[in-house]
C-alpha cells in the first residue's frame, strides 16, 4: 500500500453492540473499496477481519482486528472491535487510537448495551462519533424509532443526514440531506436521481432542522442565516465537519450491509466529514513529570505508540502501534522508554486481517505493525533516545471474575508460566496471580467467555492444557476469648537431648491488628536468647493454621514464665515448646471462622437498582449507599462477603441483562456465623 500523507489519513473504529453487524459493515466497506471481491460472512468464518478460530466457533469478535483500504485519494484505517461485553479490553485500545468512531446501530434492536457502554467510554475520551443505522432492510427495522432513541439516549448532538427510501423489505436507497437528492441501489449501484414525492415534504422539514442544528456551530453562518442566506452545501459540510472533530456532532446515516445499500456514501462521509490525525489535539505526553505536546509533524522525531500485541506462536510477537510524530521506516531505530531497551523496526507493515502488507513507511497518525520487538509490551512508547518522551497507557477496566487454572501434565507445567506471560502481553485485560494463602493460580477476565478463550488460545498458540478448579476463598481464623497453656518440649535420645518449657497466655486482637507478641520473662526463666525461638514457634503454628487449616490472626501472645537445661536447652526446642503451647491453648480460646467481606461498587440503569439491591441483602452483604451518576445510572456501594460474589460478574449480567458493572476489593475480614462455617468450609474443600 502506498504512503498517504496525515491529512489524506483516516483511522476509523467500528464500535457497537455484539450482533448489529459491525463485522459485516467492515467486509462491505472493504468490497465496495475493491479491496475484497467478495462480501465474506461471519457465520461461515470468510470475513476478513475476524481471522480467529475462536471467533468463527463463536460467530462474534474477539479481537481489534485491521483492515486498511483506498478510498477517493484517502487511506482508510479500519478497526473492527469486539462487541461482547467481555472484550471490553480491545475497544479502549481502538478508541485510544482512532480519530472518528462509527457506531453501528441495528435498526431492529436499537441502542443496546454495549453501544450505550461504548458511547460513554468514546465521550470520556473526546472521540468524534458518527452513527450507521444498520439492517435497515431486515424485518421490524424502524429508522424513526432508532432516531429517537440515539436522542433520547445521547442528546440534541446527534444529527439525521440521511433518510431511508423504503423500509424493510423495500428498503432500496436513502435521502441526501445536504444536496436533496436521492440514491437508489436497486442495480447494485448507487443511482442518483430526484428526491421522491413521498420523502419531499419530510425531507425539506428534516433539511431545514439540519441546517438550523449546523449553522449554530458557527458565528458568521448563524448571522447570515439570520438575515435569510441560506448557505451552500460544501459551507454546510464544512461547519459539520469542524463539529464532529470537536465531538459535538454527532452524524447519522443509515443503510444495509448485507445489501450492500449506502455503503459507499459512508465511505464518502467518512474522509469528508471524518477528521484526519492532524485536524485533532496534538499528543500529550510525558516527559518525565512534565506534560508535553507533541505535533503531528511527519518531519519530527519518530514517536509510536503501542496499542496491541498480537502472539503468533510462528512469526512471534507483532506490536500494533499508532506513529504520533515523524515517519517511521525499515530499519528505524527507537528505545523502549519503559524498559530503556533499543528496538530495531526492520520492517514496517500494515495488518489486512491477518495478513500483513510491507509497507515504504508510515508517517504521523498513520498505524502500522512491526514483528519481533525483543522488549515491547503493550502501552509501551518508543521513542528517539535523545528523547524519551513516553505516552501514558490505555486506561481499560479491571477483571471482574476469576478461575483457578492448574496444569494438566508436567509438561504443562514447564510451559504454563511463560505461556501465561505471552497471552497477557497480548491481551492486558487479563490478570494472572498466585494467591499465597489458597495455593492456587488465579487467572482473572472480564467474563466467561472471556477466560474460556483465553484458556483454548492458551492451548492452541501455545500446546498447554490446563484444568479449571473452582476458586477457594481466604479464609482466616482467631480466638474470641483468653486462653493460657504450657508448652513443652522434651526429647532424650542419648547425648544432648531437647529440653524447652514455656508458659503462654493469648487473647484475641480487634480485626485486622495481625499477631503481637509480648516478652514478659523475668528473673531469667527462659534465657534471652531461646525468646526469639518462641516468637518464631507461634508464628509458625498460625501460619499452619487452626482447626480448619486457614492462618490464625489477631491474637496477641505473651510468655511469661518457662524452664529450660543449661545442655539440652536449644532454639529448636522452644520453637516446638510455642507450637505446642498454641495448639494447646487454641480450642479453650474460642477459636472462630473469618471471612474476607468485599467493598463492592455497582453501577446500574435506576430500574435494576432495587432488584440489586435486594440482591445484596440476599447476599448476607449490606448496602452503604447510593448516588446518582451523570450518565443517569445509579451506583451502589455495598459490602459483600467475598465468597457470595465469586461468580458475580455472570449473576448481575443476567440480573440486568447486561447493563450493570461492578469493581470489588478485599476490605476486612468479619466473623463467619456459626452455623454457616460447616457449609463454607464444605464448599472449600470441594
Known amino acids: ?65 485491521l483492515a486498511p483500504f483506498e478510498w477517493r485519494g484517502h487511506k482508510v484505517n479500519l478497526i473492527d472491535t469486539p462487541g461482547y461485553a467481555d472484550f471490553v479490553g480491545d475497544l479502549h485500545a481502538a478508541l485510544r487510537v482512532t480519530d472518528l468512531a462509527i457506531f453501528v446501530v441495528s435498526a431492529v434492536d436499537g441502542v443496546e448495551v454495549q453501544t450505550a457502554y461504548a458511547w460513554n467510554v468514546a465521550k470520556r475520551m473526546g472521540v468524534p462519533r458518527m452513527i450507521f443505522i444498520n439492517k435497515m ?83 458568521d453562518m448563524l448571522e447570515k442565516y439570520l438575515e435569510g442566506e441560506v448557505p451552500g452545501v460544501e459551507a454546510l459540510e464544512r461547519v459539520m465537519a469542524k463539529g464532529v472533530a470537536n465531538a459535538k456532532v454527532f452524524p447519522v446515516v443509515c443503510g444495509s450491509a448485507t445489501g450492500p445499500i449506502a455503503v459507499d456514501r459512508l465511505a464518502d462521509f467518512i474522509v469528508e466529514l471524518g477528521p484526519s490525525p492532524q485536524a485533532r489535539p496534538v499528543s500529550t505526553v510525558m516527559a518525565g513529570d512534565q506534560q508535553v505536546e507533541i505535533p503531528k509533524d511527519p518531519n519530527g522525531d519518530p514517536l509510536a505508540f503501542v496499542f496491541k500485541t498480537i502472539a503468533d506462536p510462528y512469526v512471534g510477537q507483532i506490536s ?33 486481517g491477518k495478513e500483513t502488507l510491507l509497507v515504504d513507511a508510515a508517517p504521523a497518525g498513520d498505524i502500522v505493525v512491526a514483528a519481533k520487538l525483543s522488549d515491547t509490551q503493550t502501552g ?48 492486558p485485560s487479563l490478570r494472572v496471580e498466585h494467591d499465597p494463602e489458597t495455593k492456587q ?85 527462659i534465657p534471652r536468647q531461646f525468646i526469639p525461638a518462641v516468637e518464631k514457634g507461634l508464628i509458625e503454628a498460625m501460619e499452619s493454621g487452626g482447626n480448619h487449616g486457614y492462618p490464625v490472626v489477631d491474637v496477641r501472645a505473651t510468655v511469661d514464665d518457662g524452664k529450660y537445661h543449661s545442655v ?30 468485599s467493598k463492592v461498587s455497582i453501577t446500574v440503569p435506576p430500574e435494576y ?35 457470595e460474589i465469586v461468580r458475580y460478574a455472570i449473576d448481575l449480567r443476567s440480573m440486568t441483562h447486561g447493563w450493570g458493572r461492578f469493581t470489588a476489593e478485599i476490605d476486612h475480614y468479619q466473623e463467619l456465623a456459626s452455623h454457616l462455617v460447616d457449609r463454607a468450609m464444605a464448599a472449600a474443600a470441594e
Open 380 to 427: 509501551d512508547t518508543l521513542a528517539p533516545k535523545h528523547k524519551p518522551v513516553r505516552a501514558t497507557p490505555t486506561d481499560r477496566p479491571s477483571p471482574v471474575l476469576a478461575t483457578a487454572v492448574a496444569a494438566r501434565t508436567q509438561s504443562d507445567d514447564d510451559k504454563l508460566s511463560t505461556s501465561l506471560h505471552r497471552i497477557l502481553e497480548e491481551d
Open 320 to 352: 500494533m502501534m499508532k506513529v504520533l510524530s515523524g515517519t517511521l521506516k525499515p530499519e528505524t531505530q527507537l528505545t523502549n522508554v519503559r524498559s530503556g531497551q533499543d528496538e530495531r523496526l526492520a520492517k514496517i507493515a500494515t495488518m489486512f
Open 137 to 219: 432492510d431486515k424485518e421490524r427495522a424502524s429508522y424513526d424509532r432508532t432516531v429517537k432513541e440515539l436522542i433520547d439516549r445521547f442528546g440534541a448532538g446527534v444529527a439525521p443526514i440521511e433518510l431511508p427510501i423504503g423500509s424493510e423489505a423495500t428498503f432500496h436507497g436513502v435521502a441526501d440531506l445536504f444536496r436533496d437528492k436521492a440514491y437508489i441501489y436497486d442495480s447494485g449501484k448507487a443511482e442518483v436521481v430526484a428526491m421522491p414525492e413521498e420523502l419531499v415534504d419530510k425531507e425539506h422539514e428534516v433539511h431545514d432542522d439540519l441546517v438550523e442544528g449546523i449553522v449554530v456551530g458557527d458565528d
Open 568 to 597: 539440652d536447652s536449644s532454639e529448636m526446642a522452644f520453637k516446638l515448646a510455642a507450637r505446642a503451647g498454641f495448639k494447646a491453648a487454641f480450642d479453650a480460646a474460642g477459636p472462630i471462622v473469618l471471612e474476607p467481606v
Open 441 to 525: 493460580t488465579l487467572l482473572w477476565g472480564m467474563g466467561e467467555t472471556h477466560l474460556q478463550i483465553t484458556l483454548e488460545r492458551l492451548e492452541r498458540k501455545f500446546g498447554v492444557q490446563v484444568d479449571q478448579l473452582p476458586v477457594k476463598v481466604a479464609y482466616r481464623e482467631t480466638i474470641s476469648r483468653p486462653a493460657s497453656a504450657e508448652g513443652k518440649h522434651k526429647k532424650q535420645s542419648g547425648g544432648h537431648g531437647q529440653y524447652g518449657v514455656c508458659q503462654l497466655h493469648f487473647e484475641p486482637l480487634p480485626r485486622g491488628e495481625g499477631f503481637e507478641f509480648v516478652d514478659a520473662v523475668k528473673g531469667g526463666a
Open 609 to 643: 437498582q432495587g432488584d440489586v439491591m435486594g440482591d445484596v441483602a440476599a447476599r448476607r452483604g449490606a448496602v452503604q449507599g447510593s448516588m446518582a451518576n451523570a450518565d443517569g445510572t445509579q451506583t451502589i456501594e455495598a459490602e459483600i462477603p467475598t465468597s
Open 1 to 65: 500500500m502506498k504512503v498517504f500523507p496525515p491529512e489524506k489519513i483516516r483511522n476509523v473504529a467500528l464500535v457497537g453492540h455484539s450482533g448489529a453487524g459491525k463485522t459485516t459493515l467492515a467486509e462491505a466497506l472493504l468490497y465496495r473499496a475493491g479491496a475484497i471481491d467478495r462480501i465474506g460472512t461471519v457465520e461461515a468464518g470468510t470475513t476478513v477481519t475476524d481471522s480467529d478460530p475462536e471467533e468463527h466457533s463463536r460467530q462474534i469478535s474477539v479481537n481489534t482486528s
